[in-house]
């Protein structure tokens, strides 16, 4: 046999072991499993100790009695004179509180549901404001997933009944709303899209129905969706809201004025540029005044200027105002 024969035998034989191995390890662990859907999870107090103790990293910060030794964040059981009660009975005395101070009526969901969607809202004495975001990266929970979990916490000092996340309180509707709006933008962070909003798009933008100094006004732009949105700040020309038109001034000395034109009157056009400037240009040096439908005021560079985490952030917010234009 010569040498290509010998080294092609030998990679049969490799292959067949290795195949072999594969199949042995199979079948000692149960045969072949189905991979459980992406995402699937049981909204249960059991899924949600799978989550707390995994996925939602929650161990990292917290601990649940004498199970685990974080400290940086409350125990979510009973432990010591400092947790009297676990962590179900715990929320319903937390409820109360937040019903004082806010005036509305809490449930133990409510606090629940409120700690990760806004951790800041209630601290806790002796700790800081430091919780992750648990919907946004790197974390990333969903929005079944933080129902499992709310369930497992629940669940801590007494039975949990299903139907308590099924008939949700207002309170809780709204963080849950919140939360999918996040989700569906790849889980930013809403509170800080608003921080960017109002750095980025608030001097041109307006979110109490009135336009803005540039551009329309955004109070009802969540109901377009994720997809809408996304092209407005990525390819800002490619739907131009009615009356934002952008138009191209060339005047005689052949200098070009770009902006919105906001009148044409009297022998005048007024002209805002994107910084937001008002350059009046008499028609009488006007050469040519036509409207171009293939650029925007809006820059065309935006996402450049914000980090994935901002851009993220930034269309979680915008996928909440759904509010009625005033």
């Known amino acids: 046999m010569n040498t290509i024969g010998k080294v092609f035998v030998f990679l049969v034989l490799v292959y067949a072991t290795f195949m072999w191995v594969g199949y042995s390890v199979t079948e000692l662990t149960g045969g072949e499993k189905k991979a459980a859907p992406v995402g699937a999870v049981e909204i249960s107090p059991e899924g949600g100790e799978a989550l707390y103790w995994g996925k939602g ?33 715990r929320a ?4 109360k509180e937040r019903a004082a101070k806010t005036g509305k009526k809490f449930t133990a969901l409510d606090y629940i549901v409120e700690s990760m969607a806004d951790p800041g809202a209630y601290v806790v004495k002796g700790y800081k404001n430091e919780m992750a975001v648990v919907y946004a ?39 849950f709303g919140k939360i999918a709006v996040a989700s569906a933008a790849g889980g930013g962070d809403p509170a800080h899209g608003k921080e960017v909003y109002e750095e980025t798009c608030g001097d041109c933008h307006s979110l109490e129905g009135e336009p803005g ?20 700040i990525l390819l800002p020309a490619k739907s131009i809201a009615k009356g934002f038109e952008t138009y191209v001034a ?28 008002e350059v009046t240009i008499k028609k009488s040096d006007i050469n040519e005044l036509a409207e171009d439908k293939t650029s925007s005021i809006m820059p065309d560079d935006l996402s450049e200027e914000m980090t994935v985490k901002d851009y993220q952030d930034v269309l ?11």
């Open 57 to 89: 990293r929650c161990f990292t910060c917290h601990s649940l009695g004498d199970r685990g030794s974080a400290v940086r964040g409350p125990n979510h059981g009973q432990f010591g004179e400092k947790f009297p009660l676990p962590m179900g009975l």
């Open 92 to 95: 319903v005395e937390r409820a």
């Open 213 to 232: 100094d540039v551009g329309p006004d955004l109070s009802t732009v969540g109901k377009k969706g994720l997809k809408f949105i996304s092209e407005a």
């Open 316 to 326: 979680s917010f915008m996928l909440m105002q759904k509010g009625k234009k005033k």
């Open 250 to 277: 060339v005047k005689k000395d052949g200098r070009k004025v770009v902006g919105l034109k906001t009148r044409d009157e009297d022998g005048e056009v007024d002209l805002v540029t994107k910084d937001g400037d």
């Open 137 to 175: 990266p790197p974390i990333s929970l969903s929005l079944d997933e933080i129902k499992a979990i709310a369930a497992y916490m629940l669940s801590q000092g007494g039975d949990f009944d299903p139907e308590f996340l099924n008939q949700p309180s207002e309170i809780t509707q709204g963080f």
